[in-house]
C-alpha cells in the first residue's frame, strides 16, 4: 500500500516533464537501396521540421563524401532500407556518424508478405546503433516525429 508521501512523489514526477524533447532534434534520414530511396523520398515529402532527406548512392562518390561530411552538422542519422535493397553504403554511413560522434538509428520495413530478410538484417544489424523493424513504412515518419524532428 502506498502511502501518502509515495503518492505525493509519483504526482510530481508525472507531472514534471511535460515533453519527452527538450529540443527538437537535427535528423538526416537516408534512403538506401531503391526501397529505402522511396520510403525517404516520400517521407521528406511531409516537410517535417527538422529532418533532411538524402539517398545514399555509392555509385556516385562525390554525392557519398557530401552526404557522409553532413552528418557533422546532425544530431541523428536514420538509415531506412527496405527488404532486399542493396545495403552496400550502410556501413559507411556508420563508419562516417562515428567519426562525427552521430548515433545511428535504422529503420527496415520488411513486408509480411517478403521472404525472410535475415541476410539483410545480419547486414545492416552492425551498421546501427539501434535497429527498428517496422512492416508499414508509414513508421518511419512517426517514430521521426516522437524522436523530436
Do not use: K
Request: glycine content about 10%; overall charge negative; aromatic content about 2%.
Amino acid at each position: 500500500m502506498e502511502t501518502s508521501t509515495e503518492t505525493m512523489v509519483a504526482s510530481e514526477v508525472r507531472h514534471r516533464i511535460r515533453l519527452p524533447n527538450s529540443r527538437h532534434r537535427v535528423i538526416r534520414l537516408v534512403g538506401v537501396g531503391n526501397g529505402g530511396a522511396g520510403v525517404a523520398r516520400a517521407t521528406g515529402s511531409l516537410m517535417l521540421q527538422q529532418v533532411s532527406v538524402a539517398v545514399a548512392d555509392p555509385g556516385n562518390a562525390a554525392a557519398m563524401v557530401a552526404l557522409l561530411e553532413s552528418f557533422t552538422e546532425v544530431d541523428m542519422v536514420v538509415v531506412v532500407a527496405c527488404a532486399g535493397d542493396d545495403l552496400g553504403a550502410a556501413l559507411m554511413i556508420r563508419q562516417a556518424a562515428r567519426l562525427a560522434g552521430v548515433m545511428v538509428t535504422g529503420i527496415f520495413i520488411q513486408d509480411g508478405r517478403a521472404p525472410s530478410a535475415q541476410g539483410d538484417l545480419a547486414i545492416l544489424r552492425p551498421s546501427c546503433d539501434m535497429l527498428v523493424i517496422a512492416s508499414d513504412p508509414a513508421y518511419v515518419a512517426d517514430m521521426l516525429v516522437e524522436l523530436g524532428a
